[in-house]
């Protein structure tokens, strides 16, 4: 195929250069020599570029198609590359020549004055608004809500890393702070609800025992007491352990109509609220957070003891007077630490009625309401 064309390329080229030979003779070929050669060169070097060219496109026709190499600066990456953020453009620093923390603000300050010795802040910054700092030699960079400063000595020997180190310190406080106020709403929330539920099934638990006196027992009202308790107690928060009742047995005792039984297991109940409370560690408890450990041990016991004098006054007990001692303490001590203030002498005038033979149910419920109006307080 080369042969062929190369001969067809050669009398294309012959057909192209006869009219330059044609204009010589042999004759002045013979004479002249040098006019022969300075038109027969050009002729052959244009000769062989045409013959190469064809070659070369002849050999790209039939050479099989390949698919093109990236180079190395075309080459994808495998993985896209992460986003870089773009860098902060440089600030240009503020000059000054004392920086401190004054309450809750860093000052920044020059000297001011005919003798320069008035100190003039020229940039106040709130520490707990700070959100990142940066040293770089003499200069501390600051970001503080939507801004940014930055602050170099007029002094090169000067430092900012002790004033950094406060900053950072006050801010770790601040924020330990901060949690321990969380931790002790979500205390003071757990331990409401806690004492709110427990109450509920105090009461209850004391109707029972109550009715379980009289020499005729109602045992339609005692079902209905124990109705109102349910299957069970589960009350669970985040900061304090869970804890959980179970009722059945006071039921099952209930409808066998078996008074030593129906006792043996209220009392069982009751017992279990006393014993969760008093079982509170104090290692975990926030003191300086109302209601407490401490608080809700004291409004536990007041409550026990309201209606232990109650169903004293029940079964005909007259001489009561170490309980009521004992409950007045309570409450003289809760008045001390939280804002729960309940009159002793009220609740004596209560217990009064008890014995003056007045309607019993109404003079419950009703010193009891007055004790858990001021639960509200805690």
């Known amino acids: 195929m080369k042969k062929q064309v190369q001969s067809k390329v050669k009398q294309e080229i012959s ?6 030979t044609a204009a010589f003779s042999l004759s002045d070929l013979a004479s002249y020599p040098y006019n022969y050669l300075m038109v027969l060169i050009p002729v052959l070097i244009l000769e062989g570029i045409l013959i190469g060219f064809y070659l070369h ?61 008035r100190w003039f802040p020229i940039k106040r910054i709130p520490v707990y608004e700070i959100q ?53 709403l979500l205390r003071k929330n757990d331990l409401t609800g806690a004492i709110n539920a427990s109450i509920n099934v105090v009461d209850l638990s004391f109707d029972i025992l109550m009715a379980l006196q009289v020499k005729r027992i109602n045992w339609n009202r005692i079902e209905s007491y124990a109705n109102g308790l349910g299957k069970g107690l589960n009350f669970a928060g985040p900061t ?7 009722f059945s047995q006071v039921h099952a005792a209930i409808k066998e109509q078996e008074p030593k039984e129906t006792t043996k297991e209220t009392l069982s109940v009751l017992n279990s609220i006393y014993g969760y409370f008093n079982g509170l560690s104090p290692e975990d408890d ?70 003056a033979g007045s309607d019993f149910e109404g003079v419950v419920e ?13």
């Open 15 to 20: 057909y192209a250069a006869l009219p330059l």
């Open 240 to 246: 304090i352990v869970p804890f959980n009742l179970d």
């Open 57 to 117: 496109k002849i050999d790209l026709k039939n050479r099989p198609a390949q698919t093109a190499q990236p180079t190395e600066a075309q080459r994808i990456p495998d993985q896209k590359p992460l986003l870089q953020a773009k860098p902060k453009p440089k600030l240009k620093p503020i000059r000054i020549e004392k920086a401190e923390v004054v309450g809750d603000n860093v000052e920044f300050s020059v000297r001011k004055g005919l003798f320069r010795k």
């Open 366 to 378: 009703e010193v009891r309401e007055v004790f858990r109006g001021q639960l509200k307080q805690l």
């Open 132 to 184: 990142a700092m940066e040293l770089a030699e003499s200069q501390i960079s600051i970001s503080w809500q939507e801004f940014a400063d930055s602050f170099a000595y007029k002094k090169k020997n000067e430092s900012f890393v002790k004033l950094r180190d406060q900053i950072i310190s006050l801010l770790e406080e601040r924020k330990k702070a901060l949690e321990r106020e969380q931790k002790a």
């Open 286 to 355: 926030i003191a300086e957070t109302h209601p407490n450990f401490k608080d809700t041990k004291a409004v536990i016991s007041a409550y026990y003891m309201l209606n232990d004098l109650l169903l004293g006054r029940v079964v005909g007990e007259r001489d009561s007077k170490n309980e009521s001692a004992a409950l007045e303490t309570t409450l003289m001590g809760l008045a001390s630490e939280t804002k729960f203030k309940m009159n002793v002498d009220e609740l004596k005038g209560y217990f009064d009625n008890v014995l």
